[in-house]
């Protein structure tokens, strides 16, 4: 039995906590909200996030960090991307050497452009550090249905034993060692589905919604391959799987803040509708700050960009992607 601590008691960090329990593993659960905190251990379940999942009564839910880092063979970093780096600034001292730090979360952070596993060992330098990510949404991993994700680490070993971890009959999990492009994938395709959601609230119909993903995982991957990812990953769970889960799933909270804003609300009154981070609004000025450093042009992420903050009408934003001028649709392939 190895000891795994979940930090960050989300949907996400809730789910998985459940996830790893169900799969013999002493886990303990971790918020720094206290009143989540005493309504997890009263309730069992987080009604407001991840309401009908409930979890066992042995299960340590506590607001003591030191608690929660003390001796974890393994720990899940399962907080909002925008609170990544003041968390893991907060875990440092409690972080022995080569401590093992999964992150699940994802989103590039607006003013250093750096992913959430640079953020993270930047502020615990001691950490062993990974990423798991993939088409995975909370509420069906807390309810037991199948899903499929992928681990980036350094070394195959460490990625192998987070495998173990995390493998289950509804769990399946691969491994990789590109790091870097399953986190610009998972990060990116919130922005895209930004747009889907927002074509989806103007009433546009499947065929943009097919044109979005497709030319979406097109400017994803044209800027994290200037940036060092291998295609490949693009391509795989992280990039386009988790890209078509995003923009099409009623549990997509991106997609949802999207729609909202297709119908007419700010991007504010969106997020407030959501009641959870729609960390597409965090990653979208990132990626246009990335695409200026590699020279790489996004036409769909730059019209989000637009729409979200200067105020431009989700519906010009259509039109003028629909009438950029002609292209070529590979521009690998030869006549």
Same mark, same amino acid.
């Given at each position: 039995?190895?000891?795994?601590?979940?930090?960050?008691?989300?949907?996400?960090?809730?789910?998985?906590?459940?996830?790893?329990?169900?799969?013999?593993?002493?886990?303990?659960?971790?918020?720094?909200?206290?009143?989540?905190?005493?309504?997890?251990?009263?309730?069992?379940?987080?009604?407001?996030?991840?309401?009908?999942?409930?979890?066992?009564?042995?299960?340590?839910?506590?607001?003591?960090?030191?608690?929660?880092?003390?001796?974890?063979?393994?720990?899940?970093?399962?907080?909002?991307?925008?609170?990544?780096?003041?968390?893991?600034?907060?875990?440092?001292?409690?972080?022995?050497?080569?401590?093992?730090?999964?992150?699940?979360?994802?989103?590039?952070?607006?003013?250093?452009?750096?992913?959430? &596993?640079?953020?993270?060992?930047?502020?615990?330098?001691?950490?062993?550090?990974?990423?798991?990510?993939?088409?995975?949404?909370?509420?069906?991993?807390?309810?037991?249905?199948?899903?499929?994700?992928?681990?980036?680490?350094?070394?195959?070993?460490?990625?192998?034993?987070?495998?173990?971890?995390?493998? &289950?009959?509804?769990?399946?999990?691969?491994?990789?060692?590109?790091?870097?492009?399953?986190?610009?994938?998972?990060?990116?395709?919130?922005?895209?589905?930004?747009?889907?959601?927002?074509?989806?609230?103007?009433?546009?119909?499947?065929?943009?919604?097919?044109?979005?993903?497709?030319?979406?995982?097109?400017?994803?991957?044209?800027?994290?391959?200037?940036?060092?990812?291998?295609?490949?990953?693009?391509?795989?769970? &992280?990039?386009?799987?988790?890209?078509?889960?995003?923009?099409?799933?009623?549990?997509?909270?991106?997609?949802?803040?999207?729609?909202?804003?297709?119908?007419?609300?700010?991007?504010?009154?969106?997020?407030?509708?959501?009641?959870?981070?729609?960390?597409?609004?965090?990653?979208?000025?990132?990626?246009?700050?990335?695409?200026?450093?590699?020279?790489?042009?996004?036409?769909?992420?730059?019209?989000?960009?637009?729409?979200?903050?200067?105020?431009?009408?989700?519906?010009?934003?259509?039109?003028?992607?629909?009438?950029?001028?002609?292209?070529?649709?590979?521009?690998?392939?030869?006549?």
């Amino acid at each position: 039995m190895s000891k795994i601590s979940v930090i960050g008691a989300g949907s996400w960090g809730t789910a998985l906590s459940l996830l790893l329990y169900n799969n013999g593993n002493q886990v303990l659960l971790y918020s720094v909200i206290t009143d989540e905190v005493k309504m997890l251990n009263e309730k069992r379940e987080h009604e407001s996030k991840l309401p009908g999942v409930h979890l066992p009564d042995d299960m340590v839910i506590t607001d003591d960090l030191q608690l929660a880092l003390s001796d974890a063979d393994l720990v899940v970093l399962a907080v909002p991307s925008p609170f990544t780096r003041s968390t893991a600034h907060s875990m440092t001292s409690y972080v022995k050497e080569g401590q093992l730090i999964v992150n699940v979360a994802k989103g590039v952070e607006e003013k250093t452009l750096m992913t959430l &596993s640079e953020i993270i060992e930047q502020e615990i330098p001691q950490a062993n550090v990974a990423v798991l990510s993939g088409p995975s949404h909370a509420e069906e991993v807390g309810r037991g249905l199948p899903t499929t994700c992928v681990v980036g680490a350094k070394d195959k070993k460490t990625a192998e034993y987070i495998q173990n971890m995390f493998m &289950s009959p509804v769990f399946r999990v691969y491994t990789s060692p590109d790091i870097l492009g399953i986190e610009l994938g998972a990060a990116l395709k919130n922005v895209i589905a930004l747009a889907a959601g927002t074509a989806d609230g103007l009433g546009y119909g499947d065929n943009l919604k097919a044109a979005l993903i497709t030319r979406g995982i097109a400017e994803i991957s044209r800027l994290a391959i200037a940036m060092g990812a291998k295609p490949e990953t693009l391509y795989g769970l &992280s990039g386009i799987g988790d890209l078509i889960v995003t923009c099409e799933s009623v549990h997509s909270r991106n997609r949802k803040a999207g729609y909202l804003i297709g119908k007419g609300a700010t991007m504010q009154e969106a997020m407030d509708e959501v009641k959870m981070v729609v960390e597409g609004v965090y990653s979208a000025k990132a990626a246009m700050g990335l695409a200026k450093k590699y020279q790489i042009e996004l036409p769909i992420i730059s019209e989000v960009n637009k729409v979200l903050f200067e105020n431009k009408p989700a519906f010009d934003a259509v039109n003028d992607l629909m009438l950029r001028d002609k292209k070529i649709e590979n521009n690998n392939l030869n006549w």
